[in-house]
């Protein structure tokens, strides 16, 4: 695996990859390396059969704070920084693979969630947060409207009408609120988080992966298309699961009474 120097990388034995943000001392605020090295980390684990599911989480107490604001102060560093370009460069590639890569990709929030750093969880397939976690689109406060693809994400996830009171008032929302709202899957005390993480993402690796990959390609095509069209795109899909290795053995385990045993091709 590659080393990187604000991103930590682990691969277990059982084909789970966790990428931990690493600069804890600003809640993992982003500067451009750490949003280099997350793209660079993705796109390996997208290619490395090894990797058959993916856990996002923060070293410290906070998940992500988004941009290091640091970097944004004209007082402090004399020039207007160009926010276009730091979008299209550094946090769209981001958010594009975790949606287009087929495998899964899990967020384990272990606090607070703010701005891009809120819209990085989002992004992810699943989301399951400790106790402790509040999500704050902290974009507004700022005077930025969401990014990281938020507007497109958080309809999607929760409705327009709460989508526009977080995006608009930029309050904390707390992990139980985000619990009703369908914004997290699951919330666990605390002390059990890294447990909870550890089952669901060997769950999902020992799981049919490309069966897994296709699924986010038909959700991911059935959010912007009419039904005749997702009819028609889904059965290209089912022909491709029926391919697969997988599918012949989950037939023969349930024939033969006895847990399925994928192999990921
Ligand atoms: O710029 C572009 O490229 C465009 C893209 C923008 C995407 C964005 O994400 S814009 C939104 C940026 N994020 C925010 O506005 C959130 C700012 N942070 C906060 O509001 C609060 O820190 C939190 C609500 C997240 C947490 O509050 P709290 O009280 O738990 O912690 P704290 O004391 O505020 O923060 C702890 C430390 O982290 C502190 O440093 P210090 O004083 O101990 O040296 C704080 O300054 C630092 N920190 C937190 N967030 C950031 C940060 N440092 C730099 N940038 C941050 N975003």
């Known amino acids: 695996m590659a080393g990187f120097e604000f991103l930590l990388n682990e691969l277990d034995e059982h084909g789970v990859l966790t990428l931990t943000l690493n600069r804890a001392d600003c809640l993992n605020a982003f500067n451009d390396e750490m949003s280099f090295e997350l793209q660079k980390a993705l796109k390996d684990a997208e290619k490395n059969a090894d990797v058959r599911s993916i ?4 070293a410290g107490r906070g998940f992500s704070a988004g941009q290091d604001l640091r970097s944004r102060s004209v007082a402090a560093n004399g020039a207007t920084p160009h926010l276009g370009d730091s979008i299209r460069e550094r946090y769209s590639p981001i958010i594009s693979k975790l949606r287009s890569m ?36 902290a974009f507004v406060k700022v005077g930025l409207i969401p990014d990281s693809a938020a507007c497109w994400l958080l309809p999607r996830l929760v409705g327009f ?4 009171e977080l995006a608009l008032l930029g309050d904390v929302i707390s992990a139980d609120t985000a619990l009703q709202w369908g914004l997290v899957n699951q919330v666990v005390p605390d002390d059990q988080l890294t447990v909870a993480t550890q089952q669901l993402a060997q769950q999902l690796a020992q799981g049919p992966t490309q069966a897994i990959g296709l699924i986010k390609r038909a959700m991911n095509k059935a959010m912007s298309v009419d039904l005749d069209t997702y009819l028609a795109y889904e059965a290209n899909l089912q022909e491709i699961a029926g391919r697969t290795h997988d599918y012949q053995e989950g037939v023969s385990a349930f ?11």
């Open 55 to 58: 856990v996002l989480t923060g």
């Open 102 to 137: 087929e495998k899964p990709v899990l967020a384990s929030i272990n606090g607070v969630a703010a701005g891009a750093g809120a819209s990085l969880a989002f992004a992810c397939d699943l989301r399951i947060a400790n106790s402790s976690a509040k999500f704050i689109q």
């Open 161 to 164: 009408g709460r989508a526009m």
């Open 255 to 265: 024939l033969e009474k006895r847990p399925a045993q994928f192999a990921g091709r």
